[in-house]
T-cell receptor, first 114, second 114 residues
Framework: AQSVTQPDIHITVSEGASLELRCNYSYGATPYLFWYVQSPGQGLQLLLKYFSGDTLVQGIKGFEAEFKRSQSSFNLRKPSVHWSDAAEYFCAVGEIQGAQKLVFGQGTRLTINP | ETGVTQSPTHLIKTRGQQVTLRCSSQSGHNTVSWYQQALGQGPQFIFQYYREEENGRGNFPPRFSGLQFPNYSSELNVNALELDDSALYLC?????????????FGQGTRLTVV
């Protein structure tokens, strides 16, 4: 069965600092991987996705993620965070036909210190 | 804005009652999925509808049911509400067809069962 683990429940970084959010997945085939962001009381917004090809993917808002098959990881990074990046971040794995059925991690809450 | 709209935004129901949540898919999409997000958790897949037929179901009891209409809008029905059904219910629309795709989420319906 597919599963996603986000080891960090809560991360605090200072504004302007770099950020890395960890994601490990378990899936029997080549996974479709996603990062979503959720502001309080809101729905999910797609930051980026990996289907195939280049293992370093660029997303919106200056985020990027790297797919590492050997480590079953898909970590999210940003070189310099802004106060507006404070939110909940979810990693998800989708079935082979794309984002038709997603399995989500439990999320990482990001707090930004001024 | 994703083009996926859900109604109502908030709802309070009493244990044992029935509830219907609605979702209007993004134009051109033929698939809708429903997710339940309990407080502090990642979304969990309830079921998916493709061309008005159920196309997969997560680990939810039969009292969770759905419909998809010819215009690809959708309903989620929950009978015999329990306190644990209190959650944010998210609808996601996508296009199931050739090639890779992604899911677009609505803002969600916050259901409180008292």
């Amino acid at each position: 069965a597919q599963s996603v683990t986000q080891p960090d429940i809560h991360i605090t970084v200072s504004e302007g600092a770099s950020l890395e959010l960890r994601c490990n997945y378990s899936y029997g085939a080549t996974p479709y991987l996603f990062w979503y962001v959720q502001s309080p009381g809101q729905g999910l917004q797609l930051l980026l996705k990996y289907f195939s090809g280049d293992t370093l993917v660029q997303g919106i808002k200056g985020f990027e993620a790297e797919f590492k098959r050997s480590q079953s990881s898909f970590n999210l990074r940003k070189p310099s965070v802004h106060w507006s990046d404070a939110a909940e971040y979810f990693c998800a794995v989708g079935e082979i036909q794309g984002a038709q059925k997603l399995v989500f991690g439990q999320g990482t809450r990001l707090t930004i210190n001024p | 804005e994703t083009g996926v709209t859900q109604s109502p935004t908030h709802l309070i129901k009493t244990r044992g009652q029935q509830v219907t949540l609605r979702c209007s898919s993004q134009s051109g999409h033929n698939t809708v999925s429903w997710y339940q997000q309990a407080l502090g958790q990642g979304p969990q897949f309830i079921f998916q509808y493709y061309r008005e037929e159920e196309n997969g179901r997560g680990n939810f009891p039969p009292r969770f049911s759905g419909l998809q209409f010819p215009n690809y809008s959708s309903e989620l029905n929950v009978n015999a509400l329990e306190l644990d059904d209190s959650a944010l219910y998210l609808c996601a629309s996508s296009f199931l067809g050739l090639g890779d795709t992604e899911a677009f989420f609505g803002q969600g319906t916050r259901l409180t069962v008292v």
